[in-house]
């Protein structure tokens, strides 16, 4: 387990000061209770408004410290690693933000949070406080449960509760509204792995190709265990489970219309997050949604690698509630689900400029170099993972396929106009470094009135030229240049291809890279690797040579 920390002991309180000490955290406080009492209260609040407080145990952050702030929480009482906080530490926090208005206390429906957090109540009550409670249970995964779950749902109750409270409304009135919003809301995870608790003899009960469905927030088991799927796939499966819940726990709604809260659990990398999110835009569910949250991380479980919806039905309070804008960092906003905005592309220049012609020759040669490329992306990416990202078959075989697809639009007759256009293909589909030198060299080709071998020797120059490297630099250039010095002198292809091959296989020698993303690698990584680039270049001149 490789975790930045320093001691289980000193976990949560090292990360709220440095909540504390960051942008996010300057309009924050905390009480001077460490290590028993962990409370992060609001520098300024309106005394006469009443205090919204939450907490629990840590570990789901940003929940709960993230959401203190105006227009939320007024203190959040944060526990120890998944466990709920102590009385004195929610009395604490009680007595430190509570006026003559009175607090309500929004709780998550665990054991631990249900009781000590009342007692607590109970014990503020005693001492002459108004303390109101709500206790919220979102999770639908386990129906017959006495006491469901509380997850990422909380969070809409803290904002829900919160604008009241900002809106001078009094505490029976904040009370109610959390109440009636708590009892509506439903909510569903789906995760590909389960979390770490600070383990060093964790071991995961999912194997590679299962998810789990329906899980908590501290690594509970989820109702069941699904196939590994496509995104579109694994969240249909939770978007569907949710939609099947809303009816029986929200009978009294009757517009049928709803928010969605995306959740992230925790290690959930941002392109992936608004991929959910374009995913849940094609099931049932989302015909139903005006409103999204998120995506975002709000509930999370470590480092669980999953993500929870969460489902609120709509009224006009509640979307003015949830819209309007807070203080806290973590709250991501909302707003109204719709299809993206798209503008007119502009005009590009045209692709295919010269009139398609035949040479059976040129069509098979061009067919089996491209599926060359194709066949190889995986081992050429797993050579490219050794000394760079593991990318560069993919970005070969990206630029194969465009080439495939137009084969029969293609000018084969005319060798310039045919190396205009593999620049312009390359320009608009091909990524990556290689793929916009190759468009580079494969223009100046095309604008380059000499035989078509010395063409490409000019386009090679003009690669050279702006990508700085040259041959000895270690890249494609060490195989592209002998090859194509030896087609410019009159060569056959199975000369080219062998210069090609001699080329890649001295860059297995070549210790220090002096360009391409080699040169970031340290030289001692670089022993008996070939070039990923110049590889893929020795293998597509073999496969020309052996179909000549």
């Known amino acids: 387990m490789k975790r930045f920390f320093n001691s289980r002991e000193t976990l949560v309180t090292d990360s709220?000061?440095?909540l504390l000490r960051s942008s996010m955290g300057q309009h924050l406080c905390r009480l001077d209770g460490y290590p028993d009492i962990r409370v992060?209260?609001?520098?300024?609040?309106?005394?006469?408004?009443?205090?919204?407080?939450?907490?629990?145990g840590a570990g789901h952050e940003p929940t709960h410290a993230g959401f203190v702030g105006a227009g939320m929480l007024d203190a959040a009482v944060c526990g120890s690693l998944f466990a709920s906080p102590s009385v004195d530490a929610i009395l604490a926090g009680i007595l430190a933000v509570t006026g003559k208005a009175g607090c309500l206390l929004v709780i998550k429906s665990y054991t631990g949070d249900r009781l000590n957090f009342a007692l607590a109540a109970e014990q503020a009550r005693s001492?002459?406080?108004?303390?109101?409670t709500v206790v919220v249970g979102d999770d639908i995964a386990l129906p017959d449960n006495r006491f469901a779950r509380g997850l990422a749902g909380t969070v809409l109750v803290h904002k829900i509760a919160g604008y009241a409270a900002s809106q001078g409304e009094s505490l029976a009135r904040v009370a109610e509204r959390a109440r009636a919003a708590a009892a509506q809301i439903s909510s569903i995870g789906l995760s590909l792995t389960d979390c770490n608790a600070y383990d060093p003899a964790h071991t995961t009960r999912l194997t590679a190709e299962q998810a789990e469905l329906g899980l908590g927030i501290h690594g509970e088991p989820g109702a069941q265990q699904i196939a590994l799927a496509q995104a579109d796939t694994l969240m249909a499966q939770a978007a569907d489970t949710l939609a099947k819940a809303l009816p029986a726990k929200n009978a009294s709604c009757t517009q049928g219309r709803y928010g969605i809260l995306l959740n992230m659990l925790g290690s959930v990398p941002p392109l992936e997050m608004t991929l959910l999110l374009n995913a849940f835009s094609k099931t049932d569910l989302a015909g139903k949604t005006d409103l999204i949250i998120g995506p975002a991380p709000m509930m999370t479980a470590l480092d669980m690698n999953g993500f929870s919806l969460t489902a609120v039905p709509l009224s006009?309070?509640?979307?003015?509630?949830?819209?309007?804008?807070v203080e806290p960092w973590a709250w991501p906003g909302a707003t109204p689900f719709a299809p993206p905005v798209v503008r007119p592309l502009p005009a590009l220049p045209e692709t295919f400029r010269f009139p398609a012609s035949s040479n059976p020759v040129v069509d098979a040669l061009i067919r089996h170099a491209a599926e060359t490329l194709i066949s190889n992306a995986e081992a050429l990416n797993a050579l490219d993972a050794q000394i760079g990202d593991g990318d560069a078959g993919s970005t070969f075989a990206e630029g194969a396929q465009e080439i495939l697809k137009t084969v029969d639009r293609l000018p084969l007759?005319?060798?310039?106009?045919?190396f205009a256009t593999f620049g312009a293909i390359l320009a608009r589909h091909a990524g990556g470094s290689s793929g916009v030198l190759l468009s580079i060299m494969f223009s100046a080709a095309g604008r380059s009135s000499a035989p078509w071998a010395s063409a490409l020797a000019e386009g090679l120059t003009a690669m050279q030229q702006h990508g700085g490297a040259k041959?000895?630099?270690?890249?494609?250039?060490?195989?592209?240049?002998?090859?194509f010095t030896v087609l410019a002198a009159g060569g056959t292809l199975a000369e080219a291809a062998q210069a090609a091959r001699e080329g890649a296989d001295a860059t297995r020698r070549m210790t220090h890279a002096n360009a391409g993303r080699a040169s970031y690698v340290p030289d001692a990584k670089l022993a008996n690797v070939p070039d990923p680039g110049a590889e893929a270049i020795a293998r597509m001149f073999e496969a020309l040579a052996s179909k000549n």
């Open 16 to 18: 709220l000061d440095g």
């Open 40 to 56: 992060v209260l609001r520098k300024d609040r309106n005394p006469d408004h009443v205090a919204v407080i939450s907490g629990g």
């Open 127 to 132: 001492m002459g406080y108004q303390v109101e």
């Open 316 to 325: 006009p309070e509640i979307v003015e509630a949830l819209s309007a804008p």
């Open 413 to 418: 007759e005319n060798p310039q106009a045919l």
């Open 471 to 483: 041959p000895g630099d270690r890249t494609m250039i060490d195989a592209l240049h002998p090859a």
